[in-house]
């Protein structure tokens, strides 16, 4: 496997300003980044020091200030506002702190709707909707309304919804911050159990127990990387593991 | 194979296909559950846009009812293609032997098939006429006399009563309802008393307020004739060939334009005439559309700018996902659209069921009017109208949804006011409700101005209404109602106007209510933060009710000089202006009723606990 294949996120002096004059901000500063296919990072970091915003540059929901950065071959700081969404659809999946789930769709209408975006029929979204549904096991709970559905359900759901288009990337910020311990270890299985069959994750979190599972953990303070440690030194890491721990302690 | 090179691998055409259906489909999931969850706003919207196109419908189905009951009351009296009245010596009105010569030699003109008369008439030509008075009433009319017997052409329908005989005289129905006349009851003529015996209809005559018409005995008529009323006389022809054109061409044949020559009329021009509380009625109702729909257009305005407030997470999650800015676009306008042509279908059936109930027949008619036909002119026009209002309202929130930063919407952040200096230092010296509703205007100018524009258009309306009826009521006083009589058409007309006003004022309350609970909703943690920061509740429902007070007070008051700009263009020639107390009280008590209208919703938005409101936009 050559570098450019086996690459999906380059990037290379990005920077992030918001706002201008005195009340300029920076939330990224020159950072590089390289994330290999099949690997998971986890990001860590104090509130505000830029994880989000990292995130949020890698999937295309905001565009750098400078710097360059390739997403599955693409140039996210060259795309289109269309063509950006394209990316979002086809490549990359998002899972939220928050599940930001439609409330008024059921469960499989949720993990329905990428893929009705990116084309699919109906009678195939539906189809992918159900087999990703039994996946994270709720299959029993397609027709309930997010409403309807306990916190870590909720993320489980936002899971299948970030699968359904087979993306090349899952991007998650905070999966587990608003869930309770048992969720956490769900939700943690799951995102393990995916990483072992090769997705590529990048994690944001608070929580050192979970970062410390991933391939490599970075860190990072005011909108640089001030630290990265290559924790299993491959591209099948053990992000299970701390759902295992949590669930035996 | 992977799913996505298992797409790929399809027939072109199946793809396309189920891309659409696909798509289509989500639309259709977003709609309906919006739609849904947003039911109240969505009926309103439908409301909002139906009673502008069901007022429009209304205006243009009167056209095709008008027709219906005097061609009705045409075949039932026999009624004349042509009636000619002869021509009189233009300083005395005397008819001379030849002017009558004339008149009768028409009763044998070329495509001429039947005739009545000459029948004598007076009181068309006088000054005056002969004086009717009655228990209660005095006034002018004509008197035409018939022979007891019926007519070949132009018979009169009886209505209630019998035919003419000596010493008895049938009213004209319109007439005789106007003058509060009875069978039986005795009336005198120029003093000599008679016996109504009789009320009857004509399609040779328009009703009252146009003649105050009397059939009496050719005798009897002959002797109300005085030298400053002298007699005329009146023939009554059916053509071979009564279609417009052909009669047109009747008439000017044998017109000369000098008086002493018949003067003719064709029954086009009695329908016409007969038709003007209908024309004046279409033009109320035209006014009053656009009224409507310019009011349409700001509530929907408001109520898609809530709407996108309330959705901006959902417009990121849509994107967040995958879709393209012009699907966001899309779903919007969809949505948006699909209720506007259901409000066009339930606009243009209202409107096209009302027609016949606005366009009755009035007493000197008989027969009911038909259900108009439903033409394609109509249909257009209302989809037009339907379509363009909930584009022009909706254009605007749906290229701001696809434009809208998908980090920003995700986070769902509320528009921050612009810092200015001068603003703050003046908002440091104003009470706390004032400072607050200031703040939650400045975050959504847009629902300020659609609210100002709707409060506008509604005191627009309402001021107009008031100055048409002080302007009747002014015209009354001055010159009496026709002798004493009521003209049937004004109480028609200001019911008509009255209708409008209503539609317009309750629509205007609606809007008020839903900016209110748009607003209430969207600054519930800032509400909650003022709370928390030891504002009482009162305080802060003072608040929200000023931040809806702060754009009805302008819009009202800039409704003023439109509603007087209104009357002056749309007030049918009348003139004066209503009282001062009046205009006052309307921009006043448009705020108060504003207020009031917002302190529901301000109410029951302040009913959550603190924590759970802060906790409101976090989750």
Same mark, same amino acid.
């Given at each position: 496997m050559n570098d450019s294949v086996a690459m999906l996120v380059h990037a290379r002096g990005l920077r992030k300003d918001y706002g201008?004059?005195?009340?300029?901000?920076?939330?990224?500063?020159?950072v590089d980044l390289d994330v290999n296919r099949g690997e998971a990072v986890a990001v860590m970091g104090p509130s505000g020091c830029g994880k989000s915003t990292l995130l949020h540059l890698i999937g295309g929901l905001d565009r750098p200030s400078a710097g360059q950065l390739t997403v599955a071959g693409q140039r996210v700081d060259e795309l289109s506002e269309r063509a950006l969404a394209h990316l979002r659809r086809d490549e990359i999946g998002f899972v939220f702190q928050t599940f930001q789930l439609m409330d008024e769709l059921t469960a499989q209408e949720n993990v329905e709707l990428p893929a009705l975006l990116a084309g699919y029929s109906p009678s195939e979204a539906r189809a992918r909707a159900i087999a990703l549904l039994e996946r994270v096991g709720l299959a029993d709970r397609a027709r309930h309304l997010p409403s309807m559905l306990s916190g870590g359900q909720r993320q489980r759901v936002a899971i299948a919804r970030a699968l359904v288009n087979n993306p090349d990337i899952v991007l998650a910020d905070e999966p587990t911050g608003n869930l309770d311990s048992a969720s956490a270890f769900d939700v943690l299985s799951l995102l393990g159990d995916l990483h072992a069959k090769g997705l590529t994750l990048v994690i944001v979190t608070h929580d050192e127990r979970i970062a410390t599972t991933a391939d490599r953990l970075i860190s990072m303070r005011d909108g640089a990387f001030v630290d990265e440690t290559? /924790?299993?030194?491959?591209?099948?890491?053990? /992000?299970?593991t701390f759902a295992e721990w949590e669930h035996l302690g | 194979m992977s799913p996505k090179e298992n797409l790929l691998s399809q027939p072109r055409r199946a793809r396309r296909a189920g891309r659409v259906r696909g798509r289509a489909l989500l639309l259709f999931r977003l709609a309906r559950q919006d739609i849904r969850h947003h039911a109240a706003q969505a009926v309103l919207l439908v409301v909002a846009i139906a009673a502008a196109t069901a007022v429009l419908s209304l205006a243009f189905a009167l056209n095709g009812v008008k027709a219906n009951p005097y061609q009705q009351t045409m075949a039932a009296t026999k009624g004349p293609d042509v009636v000619a009245q002869s021509g009189n010596d233009p300083y005395t009105g005397v008819t001379s032997p030849a002017d009558l010569a004339a008149l009768m030699a028409l009763n044998h003109?070329?495509?001429?098939?039947a005739h009545s008369g000459p029948y004598p008439i007076v009181?068309?030509?006088?000054?005056?006429?002969p004086i009717l008075r009655s228990t209660d009433l005095v006034t002018s009319v004509q008197v035409e006399g018939r022979e007891p017997g019926g007519a070949a052409v132009d018979q009169p329908e009886v209505t209630d009563g019998t035919w003419i005989r000596p010493g008895g005289v049938v009213v004209e129905r319109s007439f005789a309802e106007a003058a509060n006349l009875h069978l039986g009851q005795v009336i005198t003529l120029n003093g000599r008393p008679f016996q109504v015996v009789g009320f009857a209809v004509t399609s040779a005559f328009g009703g009252f307020p146009g003649t105050s018409l009397i059939w009496a005995t050719e005798a009897a008529a002959r002797s109300l004739a005085t030298q400053a009323d002298p007699l005329s006389y009146i023939s009554n022809l059916m053509l071979s060939d009564p279609s417009p054109p052909a009669v047109d061409a009747f008439v000017n044949a044998h017109?000369?334009?000098?008086?002493?020559s018949p003067f003719l009329t064709s029954w086009t021009a009695v329908a016409y005439g007969d038709a003007s509380f209908l024309r004046t009625d279409q033009a109320f109702l035209f006014t009053g559309a656009t009224l409507l729909g310019l009011l349409a257009l700001a509530s929907v305005a408001v109520l898609v700018g809530g709407r996108l407030a309330e959705g901006t997470r959902r417009v990121g999650l849509l994107k967040a996902t995958g879709g393209t800015p012009g699907l966001v676009a899309a779903t919007f306008l969809a949505e948006n659209l699909f209720l506007a042509l259901v409000a066009a279908a339930a606009g243009l059936l209202a409107g096209w069921g009302a027609a016949p109930l606005i366009s009755r027949p009035e007493a000197d008619l008989v027969g009911t009017p038909g259900a108009p036909p439903l033409t394609l002119a109509m249909v257009v026009v209302a989809l037009g109208v339907a379509l363009a209002v909930a584009l022009a309202s909706t254009l605007v929130p749906a290229i701001r949804a696809a434009r809208m930063s998908t980090v920003g919407a995700l986070a769902d952040t509320a528009r921050l006011p612009k810092r200015r200096g001068s603003l703050i230092r003046l908002s440091r010296k104003l009470p706390v409700p004032v400072l607050f509703g200031l703040r939650l205007v400045a975050r959504r100018p847009r629902r300020a101005i659609f609210s100002a524009a709707s409060i506008a258009v509604a005191v627009m309306g309402l001021v107009a209404a008031l100055a048409i009826h002080a302007a009747v009521d002014i015209k009354f006083s001055h010159f009496g109602r026709s002798g004493g009589l009521v003209d049937p058409d004004v109480p028609r007309a200001e019911q008509v106007l009255t209708a409008i006003t209503i539609s317009l004022v309750v629509l205007a309350a609606l809007t008020v209510i839903f900016a209110a609970l748009a607003t209430v909703l969207d600054s519930r943690r800032a509400s909650a933060v003022t709370l928390a920061l030891g504002a009482t509740p009162q305080q802060v429902r003072a608040g929200l009710i000023m931040a809806q007070i702060i754009p009805a007070l302008p819009g009202a008051i800039l409704g003023l000089p439109l509603g007087l700009g209104l009357f002056k263009v749309a007030g049918r020639g009348l003139s004066g202006l209503p009282p001062v107390l009046w205009l006052v009280a309307a921009v006043l008590g448009t705020v108060v009723v504003v207020a009031a209208l917002t302190s529901i919703p301000a109410r029951i938005g302040l009913r959550r606990p603190i924590a759970e409101m802060l906790q409101a936009e976090a989750t």
């Open positions: 201008s004059g005195e009340g300029l901000v920076r939330a990224l500063d020159m290559r /924790l299993t030194g491959g591209s099948r890491g053990n /992000l299970s | 003109a070329q495509g001429v098939t009181g068309d030509t006088g000054p005056v006429g017109s000369s334009g000098n008086e002493s």
